[in-house]
């Protein structure tokens, strides 16, 4: 069984550029989520896609959009990146089932100077 | 978002168990106590969750209050590897309750 694997593992980006993060979902889940982790904070919840369309969205401008492919793998694209964005990224698959756990990568850090 | 509070940190030593606590009284009917863990330049684990009753499993187990007000994590006997943050977390069970709302997490420290 295949974890959850995201691209790169680290990032360095000026501010006002555009950034593209990958993620390969476990095998067999079919929903996908993002999550971005401050230095010394826990993750919080930017996006989630099912069946290559969002369903559900927290707290985060429109500059982060997503995209989930048919093969159940998924892009997160920050675009006019501001210093704030430096944090790491996490990329979670699950099945779309009432609390099925979610299976996270290991993170993109990304920096922006 | 219902709320859970944690201890900032705790200490355990190797070997011995660890219980883990967490207060979440603004816990609705439908929340489900979810447990993740945090190692070192890792992303987040699954370890147990949990509705009424206690449960557990090969890593750990969960122990929910009568009044599910509280709950706790036991590990049963503390490793090294198992120093990491742990998140107590409420889960709905539909639409966008069903994100994860990390707070900061316990950190717990394994001592040799």
């Known amino acids: 069984e295949t974890g959850v694997t995201q691209s790169p593992t680290h990032l360095i980006k000026t501010r006002g550029q555009q950034v593209t993060l990958r993620c390969s979902s476990q095998?067999?889940?079919?929903?996908v989520s993002w999550y971005q982790q401050a230095l010394g904070q826990g993750p919080q919840f930017i996006f989630q896609y099912y069946r290559e369309e969002e369903n559900g969205r927290g707290n985060f401008p429109p500059r982060f959009s997503g995209l989930q492919f048919p093969n159940y793998s998924s892009e997160l694209n920050v675009n006019a990146l501001e210093l704030d964005d430096s944090a790491l990224y996490l990329c979670?698959?699950?099945?779309?089932?009432?609390?099925?756990?979610?299976?996270f990568g290991n993170g993109t850090r990304l920096t922006v100077t | 978002d219902a709320k859970t509070t944690q201890p900032n940190s705790m200490e355990s030593n190797e070997e011995e168990p660890v219980h883990l606590p967490c207060n979440h009284s603004t816990i609705s009917g439908t929340d489900y106590i979810h447990w993740y863990r945090q190692l070192p330049s890792q992303g987040p684990e699954y370890v147990i969750h949990g509705l009424t009753s206690n449960v557990n499993n090969r890593m750990a187990s969960l122990a929910i209050a009568e009044d599910r007000k509280s709950s706790t994590l036991i590990l049963h006997r503390a490793t090294l590897r198992d120093a990491a943050v742990y998140y107590c977390?409420?889960?709905?069970?539909?639409?966008?309750?069903?994100?994860?709302?990390f707070g900061s997490g316990t950190q717990l420290t394994v001592l040799p």
């Open positions: 977390i409420l889960r709905g069970d539909s639409g966008s309750a069903r994100q994860l709302t």
């Open positions: 979670a698959s699950s099945l779309e089932v009432p609390n099925s756990p979610l299976h």
């Open positions: 095998s067999g889940h079919n929903t």
